[in-house]
């Protein structure tokens, strides 16, 4: 090679890297329903090419407008309760929230009914009513290595995910998702590893915002009608809904999204994946988990916007 040619050379910009391959799932949705101001829930099938052909998986989302009026949110914790594990059922009920969903990824799992150990510990950052209750690189041996690189904070009352050891410290509210799914409108997730059931498939906890952090979506993947969905399927079907950023909190048998049914009571969208005796709630056979964290929003009633 001349040495023009080698100067020549080192000068061009590097080839572009090779697209990634979408997983080229598509969604179905049922017309949402409205739960509470601002606040809708709808039923999704996803479906996913597969060996031999294609999976259907079930998943269950409340989509809240975050311009609505009377919106507030909580995290489980806190100077007085600690980081004891709590049915996500058992959190809603307990804050009068409207919607609750289990959040980061816990040790000394796994609990169904008690006795529950009396504390726990969280994998990245948790954030309760101002007060840090897990620092952001917080990392036991159960968190697998996994990067727990963003949470969902709320920050002057407002919803975002930001990178987690850049939440500001007036942040009120905070939790941590395992991995990215989304940024900027890209799907990242991290794609399926050998003999790591997390990965998937398998049911799991999302979180996505809209551009502009307008609109919140939580998801609830299930095991209904098939193993559950990878991380990049579970993000792709979160942009196909709209969010342009999003990350995944915890999953498996610990995926619970609850809802104020009314007169004391919650109910589960999602149906549990394990069935477990004893049980202290079970929904549609599935029995649910006592987690580390859970996430509330606090929603004002339809009754009072009805004329």
């Not at 289990?102 to 799992?109: D, G, P, S, V, Y």
């Not at 969280?122 to 690189?137: R, T, V």
């Not at 193993?227 to 579970?234: E, F, I, K, N, V």
């Amino acid at each position: 090679m001349s040495p023009l040619l080698a100067i020549l050379m080192s000068l061009a910009p590097p080839a572009a890297a090779a697209p990634v391959p979408g997983p080229g799932c598509t969604i179905a949705a049922t017309k949402p329903a409205p739960l509470f101001v601002g606040v809708t829930s709808q039923s999704v099938t996803v479906t996913c090419p597969s060996t031999g052909g294609s999976s259907k998986t079930a998943a269950y989302v409340v989509r809240v407008d975050l311009a609505a009026p009377g919106l507030s949110f909580e995290t489980s914790g806190g100077a007085k309760d600690g980081l004891e594990p709590e049915l996500p059922t058992a959190f809603l009920l307990r804050t009068g929230s409207q919607v609750a969903f289990n959040a980061n990824l816990f040790t000394l799992c796994c609990s169904y009914a008690p006795p529950v150990p009396a504390e726990t510990d969280l994998c990245g950052l948790e954030i309760s009513g101002g007060a840090i209750l897990s620092a952001w690189n917080n990392a036991p041996p159960p968190c697998h290595g996994y990067p727990f690189p963003s949470s969902l904070a709320v920050i002057k009352g407002k919803p975002a995910i930001v990178a987690a050891k850049a939440v500001p410290a007036g942040a009120s509210v905070a939790v941590t998702g395992s991995h990215d799914l989304v940024v900027a409108g890209v799907n990242v997730a991290p794609p399926a590893k050998k003999g790591d059931e997390f990965f998937g498939p398998n049911a799991r906890t999302v979180v996505g915002l809209s551009s502009g952090n307008g609109t919140l979506w939580v998801a609830a993947v299930s095991r209904e009608t098939s193993s559950g969905l990878t991380l990049p399927q579970a993000a792709q079907m979160l942009m196909l809904l709209g969010a342009a950023n999003a990350i995944n909190l915890d999953g498996g048998g610990s995926t619970s999204l609850a809802v104020d049914a009314g007169g004391g009571k919650a109910r589960l969208l999602n149906v549990p994946s394990h069935s477990v005796t004893p049980c202290s709630f079970s929904s549609g056979g599935g029995c649910e988990r006592y987690v580390g964290a859970s996430f509330g929003i606090h929603a004002q009633p339809l009754s009072r916007v009805r004329r």
